[in-house]
Structure formats: C-alpha cells, structure tokens
C-alpha cells in the first residue's frame, strides 16, 4: 500500500513486515491486574514517553474533553458440543440474527454436512439444546456458519457459553473472567471480543474524570473474533476486513459537535470507538455494519486522542495506531514499553497517544 508521507515528500509502501515486532512472550498478561486502573499507563503525547498509571489519566485530559466509550457487552459466545457421530466441536457465536439464528465461527476435525443437527452442552436429554446447520455465512463461499438454535440464543449463550478470551490467553475462563473481561458501563449484548482499553476504568477514576469536568459519550461496536486474524497478505491493499455493527447514537453526535464548539478534544477509548466514529465520519452513517481498514496515510476526522491497550505484530490495530500516532512514534513507544516490562493485550497495560500532526494525506481506500 502506498501512502504519501506526513510531510507531503516521497511516498513510502507499507508492507505486512513493517507492523512486526519481537515480543518476549512473558510479556503476554494472562490476567488482569488487582485494580482497574491501577495498570500502567504509557504517555505518548510527547516526543519522549512518560510512564505513569491509568488512574493519572483524570490529570491528563482537560475540562471540556470528551470521552468516548464502546458500551458492547461481551456475551458467553463460546459453546462446546458433538456432531451425531460424537465427534467434538466448538462454536463462537458472531452474531444473533433473528428467528433463533445465529452466525458462527466452528472448530471441528471435519466440518458437518448441511441439515446436521448437532448436539451443544450435552443436547437437549442432557439439558442443553440442539443446532441445525443451515449453510456458510454470508454466502456458500463463506467462511461462518449458519445455524438455527432450538430455543433463544441469547438465553442459551447465558446458560450454556463460556467467556470468549482471546486464543494468546491460555487458562479456560473462570469468575474473574466473567467479571473482569467486561467493563464496568458495558449494556448492549453482542461482542465476542472485549474494549480492552476500556477495562481499565473504575467508578473512581470515572467520578475524577466528572469531578474534572470532563464529559462522556457512548458508541457501540459489537467486535467480532475477526478482530484477532491475522493478516495474511504482505500487500496491505490485498487484505479484507471483517465486518462489524455499529451505531453512533444523536446524543453522541450531539456531544461530539458540543466539544467541537467548546474547543474541546474527542477522546476515543480503544480502536473500536475510533473505527466506528470514522466509520460514521466516512460514510455519513451512524449505524450499519463496517469494514473499515485504517492504515499509515488515513485522514482522521474525529477523534484527537487514543487511549488503547498493546496490539498483536503484524495486526490490523497495530496499523490503526500507526497511522494515529505516525508509524515511527509507535515503533519507539513500543520499543520503550517492551524495555520497561509493561504487559501487553486484552488484560495488558495500556498508552495515551496524540494525533499525528499535520494530519496524514488520505490513505488509498478506507472501506466502509
């Protein structure tokens, strides 16, 4: 993929390799840390990064910023079952449909004719409930699934499903899970995938950020388990994105043009929250489903400042923040933390980061 560079001089092609990065594997957190917002907090808003701890964000943002949050709710997506021949399986659940339909993700020796039935949570004489296979997902080509649930869903998902934590987290999911892979304002079912820059907050540091005069909005991005493919293309421009719901609500959009005229910045906190306020700013539509794909060269729109966790090598988020913060920014901001012990992914630390300015020329595609 070709980008202009930030000072409108060569342009300069950006490949898979330059997202990569050696990281030691201790590194990788397995558990989240005792206090919400007692987990590190990088400061990148300056040429050189300043360690500090979450709870500082409240001294970090100044009255009249906005906040804002993806309030999805993670919900219980992983099942495990058989086939009618006993074979084991697993599904993840992508997305609710409507009509006990669901889209999945499925984990088996070997995938099911169409019209199976198969047996989750023991079936239903083992009290748990069956699923028909209805097809590939969105098309015959496709690589989800289509199933059809004999009861609701989302009631099953709650009796029967385990917390979906990401396949680098390696212990099964327990109570802290279900606790802690969810944050404290999450109230709109759908995510497989948790907000993890959002996990960091707490009521406390919540009622500093109020004290401080600092406001809050909401968005909604259900992340989907295409968060954690990889990419696979050395061509950037040969990588589609998975899809995912979003919605930007009036009085969010309301609160975004309130800063605006106040002076304030807009604050995005995670990748999510700034994939679908640029979706919306891209498109003009404030719900639907996005594929967006930002990478070094993209022209922001709304957010000015990031507060996101420590992405995977080579991951589409790495090139989010890149494009953010400036490609050579996040190399050294990476380079410090893994030299500092800082802890990296969903239950990791995390970094404040500042806009590139001037802001980048517009990249060559930015789907939506």
């Not at 199933?147 to 989302?154: A, N, Q």
């Not at 794909?293 to 420590?310: A, E, K, M, Q, S």
């Amino acid at each position: 993929m070709t980008v202009i560079s930030a000072s409108g001089a060569s342009p300069r092609r950006y490949t898979l390799s330059d997202f990569d990065f050696a990281l030691p594997e201790a590194l990788i957190a397995q558990h989240p840390a005792p206090e919400r917002s007692a987990s590190r907090l990088l400061d990148g808003t300056r040429p050189t990064p300043v360690d500090r701890i979450f709870r500082d964000l409240s001294s970090l943002l100044a009255p009249g910023d906005l906040l804002v949050f993806n309030d999805t709710q993670v919900v219980k997506a992983r099942l495990f079952g058989e086939k009618a021949s006993g074979g084991k399986l697993e599904l993840l659940i992508e997305r609710v449909l409507g009509g006990h339909e669901v889209v999945a993700h499925m984990k088996v020796s070997k995938k099911p004719p169409l019209g199976a039935v198969l047996h989750m949570a023991g079936g239903i004489e083992g009290g748990g409930f069956t699923a028909t296979l209805l097809g590939r997902w969105p098309d015959a080509e496709g690589a989800l699934f289509h199933l059809r649930f004999s009861d609701d869903p989302w009631t099953l998902m709650q009796r029967h499903g385990h917390v979906p934590l990401p396949p680098y987290i390696t212990h099964a999911d327990s109570a802290e899970d279900e606790r802690r892979y969810q944050t404290v304002f999450a109230r709109t079912p759908g995510a497989v995938a948790a907000p993890t820059a959002a996990l960091h907050f707490d009521e406390p540091l919540l009622a500093a950020l109020e004290a401080r005069s600092v406001a809050r909005a909401a968005v909604t991005l259900h992340v989907g388990a295409g968060t954690f493919q990889p990419v696979k293309t050395e061509d950037l421009a040969q990588h589609r994105m998975h899809a995912e719901w979003y919605d930007v609500p009036e009085a969010t959009q309301a609160a975004i043009a309130a800063c605006r005229a106040r002076g304030g910045r807009v604050v995005a906190v995670g990748t999510t929250t700034v994939r679908t306020l640029e979706s919306w700013a891209a498109s003009g539509q404030a719900r639907g489903d996005t594929t967006i794909f930002i990478t070094p060269g993209f022209r922001f729109r709304v957010v000015d400042r990031l507060i996101t966790n420590f992405h995977l090598p080579k991951s589409t988020l790495m090139m989010l923040v890149s494009a953010f913060a400036g490609y050579e920014h996040i190399r050294a901001l990476y380079r410090h933390a893994i030299a500092e012990r800082y802890r990296f992914f969903s239950y990791g630390d995390a970094m404040l980061l500042e806009r590139a300015r001037p802001p980048e020329p517009a990249a060559a595609h930015a789907d939506v």
